[in-house]
């Protein structure tokens, strides 16, 4: 039971006492004080709820024994009714403790009990219309109960959609850092593999960069894994724009990777949401990891354009390009769409074998 759930319990519990202690009230009101056995019956019935429905919340909706405190509930009510006629209000308070304690369509039965012991209380049933103002008053209870479970299962498939929409964007975040820094770190350390003595000449100072480069990797990494996890702004956003945020992006994986890399920026800069500043800057590091891991490429190339209704981020490379109608096994494409969807954008790759390739995030602006 989640905390909205137990407030509104507490609050059908107190909706209950409430309605005992409002026809107390009217019954000093009409008369000196309520007569000893209606005193008495009104205060088994709040001592029965109180004990076998309260303090048990860990049996409501189970059908046994929930239905005969129930049915002992409104036995009390048509007790209490017949010796003092102000407690009519309590049936305020009951009628809802029938979707508390039972599950459908069982609670809609106990609704119409609770109907049923009114009429019975106050002497409707012989009336020559009883059998109408039954079925409307049935009918009532048994809509707002259907009412109220549509809202119930309507909150229960959103919260559902919101679960499911969290962990896509965890993929998308895991991806986005965990994923791309290792990728990073092992391309480093395979690299000074290559230059250990056994795989040719040694070359020690290329593996203490490597190495060096590999720790760096790896400490950015473990930042961004924290703040991933504190669910903040992509960590190169946090102290800079945009702008220069992209541009120490691409000067570290530059630095990384031994690979040219250039960011330009056309129009003029203006601040933009935070979830779409950081969209394009995780598409942009998405765009260089790729190339890092696939495109053998010997420059990239990274613009911002900045018009009067969108904002578009290009990133181009002269690398070995592929077919980008052919199913790959990658999520890092399919990751940067989602993003570009969730902020309304789209999304345009476009590459061919031996022709580079060049992605384009479009995100309205305005």
Known sequence: MNVWEARWLHAFHLLFYACLALGLILSIGERAGPAPVSLAVAALMA???GFFVVRRPHLLGRLHPMALHLAVLCALYVALVLTDRSFDVVIFGLMPQAYVMLLTPWSYAGAVATILCTFAARGYLDDP????RLAGSCGLVVAIGLFVTYIMRQSVHNKTVGVLEERARLAREIHDTLAQGLSGIITQLEAAEQAMPGQGA???????RRIALAKELARDNLREARRSVDALRPGPLQEARLEEALAQVAQRW???????????????PRPLAGEVSATLLRAAQEG?????KHAQAGRVAITLTYVDDEVTLDVFDDGTGFDPRARGS???????GERARGVGGTLTVESAPGEGTALCLRIPSG
């Open 47 to 49: 001592g029965w709820h």
């Open 129 to 132: 219309g009883a059998l109408w």
């Open 202 to 208: 040694p070359d020690l100072p290329s593996v203490r």
């Open 254 to 268: 530059a630095h990384a990777c031994e690979v040219s890399a250039t960011v330009t920026v056309d129009g003029t």
């Open 288 to 292: 260089l990891s790729n190339v890092a």
């Open 330 to 336: 990658g999520y890092g494409l399919a990751a940067m």
